[in-house]
Each structure stands twice: as C-alpha cells, then as structure tokens.
C-alpha cells in the first residue's frame, strides 16, 4: 500500500459544487501539504500544515479550504468549484528532515465542467 | 519575483548522457532539489544539493552553483525507463519551495 493515499484519484464535477478531496499517510510524518498541477506549468502550494493545529495559506489559497483531522489527515475542499480549477492536486508529506524531502500521494485528477 | 527557469523539453538517445539546467532567482536559499515524475505519476525525489559542487547518486548526479543560481541534473547511461519530466525546486528563506515548471525528457532508441 502507499504510505500517502488520495481519494478520489479522479473526480468530474459540475460548476457549483462542493468537493472534498482526502488525504491520510502511514509515514508518521507531520508536515503536509496540498500543491496543485497544471500543464506548464510548476507545482503550486495552496494549504500546508505543520502540525494538527497548524494551518497555512500557500500561494493560491482562494476558493480552497482544508481540514487537519489527525495527525494523518489532511483534507482539501472546493466549496463552490469552478471550471478554472480542474487540475491534478497532489498532497505531500515531509519528516521535516534536513533535506527537506516530500513525499507525493498519487494524485487526484479534477474536473470541473 | 521568485523564478525557476528550466527547459521545457529535452530529446536524447538512449545509452547517452543528458544535462537538464535549472537557474533560479529566489529570495535566500536553503536548497535545491530534483524530482523526477513521470506522466500520470507523482513526483519523486531525486537528489538535493544545499552546497556548491556535485552530488552523485548513481546515474544520477546533480550539480549547485549558489553563486550563478545555476544547478544542473546529469543522467548518464540513459534507459527508456528515465523519459519523464524532470522538476528543479529551490527552497526560499521562508522555507518554502518554489518549483520550476518540469523540462520533459524524451528517451529515442
């Protein structure tokens, strides 16, 4: 199994919605983050957490929110999608070792019609 | 600004040796690193460089200049199995990474 799960890995939603997507890791680490991928682009931060009570806005925040559940959680949510926000979203994790290391989940691929 | 400049894409032959460039404007500097992902994947980690000079892995071997703002990955012995894309990343003063947009990488027999 991977030690960083997203669920769902593809999603197709129409403008409007609502749209959580999961984030859980077995490494133990505390650092994660949620980046967004757009072709041609390079990867882009928009929530990253340190710890269960730490929340930080990254570079392109707006129209998300997240949720730091556990130690092992971390949720990304789209209150109301809209279609600029189809993209590959990534969640990583980082042990906040010297290297600096992140871990990537597989990804989970949205589309907003 | 922050700016991370690699090329877009990159063709070379299989068995050869390949360099991909990455030069960055970035405020401070606690690092640099390489991923590798290839298409549909997630990003893996490759190598990270925080001093001037060489650091090699294998085939892989990644090289720092703080001065220039200039890195370069080198891949050597290339296989079809390396056609990916490739991301330089620098970490700023803030500790946070900025990320070059990826030079895509196409291996040919």
């Known amino acids: 199994d991977a030690d960083v799960t997203q669920t769902p890995r593809n999603r197709i939603t129409k403008t409007g919605k609502r749209i959580m997507l999961e984030c859980s890791q077995t490494k133990g680490h505390d650092r994660m983050y949620w980046y967004r991928q757009d072709p041609g682009l390079g990867l882009q931060l928009i929530y990253y957490?340190?710890?269960?009570?730490?929340?930080n806005k990254g570079e392109i925040s707006d129209g998300y929110s997240v949720s730091r559940q556990a130690q092992a959680k971390f949720s990304l949510s789209l209150e109301s999608a809209i279609p600029n926000q189809t993209a590959l979203y990534f969640c990583?994790?980082?042990?906040?070792?010297?290297?600096?290391?992140?871990?990537f989940g597989e990804g989970s691929r949205l589309t907003v019609l | 600004g922050q700016n991370i400049d690699q090329p877009t894409e990159m063709t070379a032959t299989e068995g050869a040796i390949v360099q991909i460039n990455c030069t960055y404007q970035t405020s401070g500097f606690n690092g640099l690193f390489w991923y590798q992902q290839h298409a549909g994947e997630a990003p893996t980690f490759l190598s990270y460089n925080v001093l001037d000079g060489l650091e090699e892995k294998g085939r892989f071997s990644s090289f720092l200049s703080r001065s220039k703002g200039y890195s370069y990955l080198l891949v050597k012995e290339l296989q079809m199995k390396d056609s990916a894309s490739y991301l330089c990343a620098v970490m700023d003063s803030n500790y946070q990474l900025i990320w070059g947009a990826g030079t895509k990488l196409i291996i040919k027999p």
């Open positions: 990583a994790t980082s042990g906040g070792t010297d290297t600096g290391e992140l871990f």
């Open positions: 957490s340190f710890d269960v009570k730490d929340i």
